[in-house]
């Protein structure tokens, strides 16, 4: 089946820490994202890469670090520095070109305890 | 700067009675609306795109629509399995990002 993983699925971190979540794509899509999303908000983009190698700050990307060293992963870190992490974080990922659908994981909740 | 809104917040519906729901956009351009449905906890997934307007998509209860400033899911004699959040996304053309709205989330009482 193809489809894309996110874990862990709930992630509990403590003050200080820097913690990474996972993100792995099997449908040989070029492009992923992350995306965070508090409640009563739209999902705002974190990051994202269109090929290996390169990878573009979103909106919120302040305190977040991201690597894209193979076309199916796309880890996202949550620094100490982010001040607010408590979220559900998403990753998305898309075939570039004329329809341009992205495809979500099922998600990750991390709790700063 | 893009920017999505949909309303209403939140609907509650009875079972079989259909309603709409709205999806206001400003975007320099448009590659495309996207529609997506989220059940608590998960993942959005992934509904419809229009790319112009006058577009209309249609899957199972839903429809959606497409004008130059809005798109309407429609949903016609909803069930209670219809219950979810709905998020409206567009994307301005030479991005590969989307700018999404809060969503709506829609209850549907047996």
């Known amino acids: 089946d193809g489809g894309i993983t996110q874990s862990p699925k709930y992630l509990f971190r403590k003050e200080g820490q820097n913690v990474t979540l996972s993100c792995e794509q099997n449908l040989n899509h070029d492009a992923m994202y992350w995306y965070r999303q508090d409640p009563g908000q739209g999902l705002r983009l974190i990051y994202y890469?269109?090929?290996?190698?390169?990878?573009q700050k979103g909106d919120i990307a302040e305190g977040y670090s991201v690597s894209r060293e193979k076309k199916e992963s796309f880890p996202l870190t949550v620094t100490s520095a982010q001040k607010n992490p408590t979220a559900f974080y998403l990753c998305a990922s898309t075939q570039t070109g004329e329809n341009n659908e992205q495809f979500f994981g099922p998600g990750t909740r991390l709790t700063v305890l | 700067e893009d920017q999505v809104t949909q309303s209403p917040e939140a609907l509650r519906l009875q079972e079989g009675e259909s309603s709409s729901l709205n999806c206001s956009y400003t975007v320099s351009g448009l590659r495309g609306l996207f529609w997506y449905r989220q059940d608590p906890g998960k993942g959005p997934e992934f509904l419809f795109t229009l790319y112009s307007a006058g577009e209309e998509k249609e899957k199972e209860r839903l429809k959606a629509t497409l004008t130059k400033k809005e798109s309407f899911l429609h949903i016609t004699a909803p069930k209670p399995e219809d219950s979810a959040t709905y998020l409206c996304?567009?994307?301005?053309?030479?991005?590969?990002?989307?700018?999404f709205g809060a969503g709506t989330t829609v209850t549907v009482r047996a």
């Open positions: 996304a567009v994307q301005a053309p030479n991005d590969y990002k989307l700018s």
């Open positions: 890469s269109q090929i290996v190698n390169d990878f």
